[in-house]
């Protein structure tokens, strides 16, 4: 079974610009979260999908949004830019929602989309 | 914030058991405990959870104290494949994660 998929791998945008990540999950996975990782900050929860509804989201900003189609692909949009956005963005799927209660914690993750801001 | 505290590196000598503590004296009677590694420039894996029994799968054991005030992650045979940071984490609504162990395997 093939794994979850994430595009592009590496992506350079300049500040003010907005950048789309693309999240496919494995198959039969209806729920998508996204994670950032920075090295100051470590891995932090974006938000999670489920059935083309967010059913929860992290602290960000309004500038990082997402969405999910009907075949359960995700995308994550961050609009402009900052410097601070530099950052490895992971996508996890899993079969329910890990914020549908207990335990439903099993998530499989992407390689990620590396992310620069110049 | 996560709601574990754990060693920020480890050493292990190739071969050995690898034992990765977690503390997390503030968990909730129904909330688990949940392992992934994460292997440099990769995404984080799955490793194993449980509630209050322990739990054994391919990858490692995992221990958790009769209080369910900490656990143990055993990898019983580390190599050098096993290096990477390791998160404990306590799920309640969603998942959190710490900044981890890192452990080195040693040859």
């Known amino acids: 079974k093939a794994g979850v998929t994430q595009t592009p791998r590496y992506l350079i945008k300049t500040r003010g610009q907005q950048v789309t990540l693309s999240c496919s999950p494995i198959s039969g996975h209806r729920s998508v979260s996204w994670y950032q990782q920075t090295p100051g900050q470590g891995l932090q929860f974006l938000f999670e999908?489920?059935?083309?509804?967010?059913?929860n989201k992290g602290n960000f900003p309004g500038r990082f949004s997402g969405r999910q189609f009907s075949n359960s692909r995700s995308e994550m949009n961050v609009s402009t830019l900052e410097l601070g956005d530099s950052a490895l963005y992971l996508c996890a799927s899993s079969l329910a929602p890990t914020t549908s209660g207990q335990p439903q914690g099993e998530q499989y993750f992407g390689p990620g989309t590396r992310l620069t801001v110049t | 914030d996560a709601k574990t505290t754990q060693p920020p590196s480890m050493d292990c000598a190739e071969g050995r058991a690898a034992n990765l503590p977690c503390n997390h004296s503030?968990?909730?009677?129904?909330?688990?405990v949940y392992w992934y590694r994460q292997i440099h420039s990769q995404g984080p894996q799955y490793i194993i959870h449980?509630?209050?029994n322990n739990e054994t799968n391919e990858m490692a054991s995992l221990i958790i104290t009769e209080d369910r005030k900490s656990s143990t992650l055993i990898l019983p045979h580390a190599t050098l494949r096993d290096t990477a940071v390791y998160y404990c984490?306590?799920?309640?609504?969603?998942?959190?994660f710490g900044k981890g162990t890192r452990l080195h395997i040693l040859p």
């Open positions: 503030t968990i909730s009677g129904n909330e688990y």
């Open positions: 984490i306590v799920k309640d609504d969603k998942i959190i």
């Open positions: 999908y489920f059935s083309e509804t967010q059913r």
């Open positions: 449980g509630l209050k």
